[in-house]
């Protein structure tokens, strides 16, 4: 393990230890991942009389809805299903039978919370069959259909997806295509020994209640898995983008884009297909918060920074939602990454050089430039923020826009007699060396420029 500074390492103790102390948690680890390296990691409490390791089971909760998740992206990227295809193509007979299992991944499928019955979080849950009867028109709730609304429900319904595509249960699937291929072996639909007991603390009282960890049945795609510290450290990886042989880098970059925004006072949170995402002090991360009976858990990545953060413990309320990017803000106050020293390439193809430099689109001054990567980048010159994007080569002289504004656009190179740059087409937007060259395409050949009132 990668050690910090002594400094550094007693700010997230004690911010460990306080979270811990001044809420009565009977046992809670956290830790934080860098370059894909656990880079600190310490527990408070104890589970059956000893501090917690990273070797210890908690129940994890909800965070087994990005497992779902992988899963379905897995069969969309076999074209087994299409994720505009309806619940109806695949699992025939429910209330929403209407909504797209994007929808369902993206949690803006309308569909209500929880289940109906008893409180099935606390409760032996029932069988597929019932589950899918309980969805009817009662279950629908008067949102509209691309606003988010979290649905344990539909993640029941995607496990039984998974359970009839792949003809195994889901629990099957998941150890098979993600846990085996990963080494994940710690991660189960079951407690297995050492696991940490679930409590709830009195709330007014120094003394605990043991909670029960009931099978949830067609529920448990919803929040069923046990994981440990380690384990959730190589899912904390996945997420940004150390994928194995389970999912192309690509799908789970996907996964991470927005599908719906938790409208509240800010936009702070929302949903991917199968991932929670919040924005912190610049921050863009993924990953998903649990919570059971007995137990909380979260583990948040940024893929950016490749950073992340995981806390699991063994009470049903309490740990404040602000624990983890906490620890992530005292990394980056105590030990932020030192940059790597800049070298110069030992080459740069002379085309591109050409291509460098200011452009205008209209009046308005834009620069390209080659970045270490070979890709190119255009963005407002001076300065200025707006439209930036970075671009791919295609092998035939034009690029692939590869994220902001002109993600998937084409960027074409237009050349004069001699074949030198003359003007970028970025899917008919003119860059010219001048602005408004009357000698390029668009708006060519127009009045030339002249003082205000002539």
Do not use: C
Not at 21 to 45: C, F, K, M, Y
Not at 69 to 82: A, H, S, T
Not at 90 to 110: D, K, M
Not at 189 to 209: I, K, M, T
């Amino acid at each position: 393990m990668t050690s910090l500074l002594p400094s550094t390492q007693r700010a997230l103790l004690r911010r460990l230890a306080v979270e811990q102390s001044e809420n009565r948690v009977p046992s809670l680890i956290a830790g934080l991942v860098r370059d894909g390296e656990t880079i600190w990691v310490d527990s408070r409490g104890q589970v059956n009389g000893a501090p917690a390791t990273t070797d210890t089971q908690y129940r994890i909760g909800s965070i087994t809805k990005t497992f779902i998740g992988v899963l379905v992206m897995r069969l969309r990227d076999e074209g087994r299903l299409d994720l505009a295809d309806k619940l109806d193509d695949y699992v025939p007979g429910t209330a929403v039978g209407n909504r797209s299992i994007g929808e369902f991944l993206s949690q803006s499928s309308g569909l209500t919370a929880e289940p109906a019955g008893q409180w099935w979080e606390r409760t032996p849950g029932g069988t597929a069959e019932e589950l899918l009867a309980s969805v009817d028109d009662s279950a629908l709730r008067p949102t509209p259909r691309h606003q988010f609304h979290y649905s344990n429900v539909g993640f029941g319904i995607l496990g039984e997806l998974v359970t009839r595509l792949r003809g195994a249960a889901w629990h099957e699937v998941v150890e098979r295509e993600i846990l085996q291929p990963l080494g994940m072996r710690r991660t189960t639909l079951s407690p297995v020994a050492p696991h940490a007991d679930g409590f709830a603390v009195h709330p007014w009282a120094d003394v605990v209640l043991p909670e029960p960890a009931e099978d949830a049945g067609a529920m448990a795609p919803a929040g069923q898995l046990w994981s440990t510290f380690d384990d959730m450290v190589r899912w904390a990886r996945f997420v940004m983008g150390d994928t194995g042989e389970v999912l192309h880098p690509d799908t789970v970059a996907e996964m991470r884009v927005p599908g719906s925004v938790d409208d509240g006072p800010e936009w702070r949170s929302g949903y991917g297909l199968g991932f929670q995402l919040l924005r912190h002090n610049g921050r863009r991360l993924a990953g998903h918060s649990g919570s059971m009976p007995g137990f909380l858990a979260s583990v948040w990545a940024d893929p950016a920074e490749t950073e992340a953060v995981i806390f699991m413990a063994n009470t049903t309320a309490g740990v404040t939602g602000a624990l983890g990017t906490d620890l992530l803000d005292a990394l980056a106050e105590h030990e932020p990454r030192i940059p790597e020293p800049w070298v110069p390439r030992p080459d740069v193809d002379k085309d591109l050089l050409e291509l460098t430099g200011e452009w205008y689109w209209g009046p308005s001054p834009h620069v390209v430039r080659v970045l270490s990567d070979g890709l190119l980048d255009l963005r407002l010159g001076h300065g200025r923020r707006g439209r930036a994007s970075r671009f791919r080569p295609n092998g035939d002289g034009t690029w692939t826009g590869l994220d902001g504004y002109y993600a998937g656009e084409i960027l074409r190179v237009g050349r004069d007699a001699d074949g030198k740059p003359n003007h970028l087409n970025l899917n008919t937007f003119i860059f010219t060396r001048i602005p408004y060259d009357p000698d390029a395409p668009v708006p060519g050949g127009v009045a030339g420029w002249r003082p205000a009132g002539s």
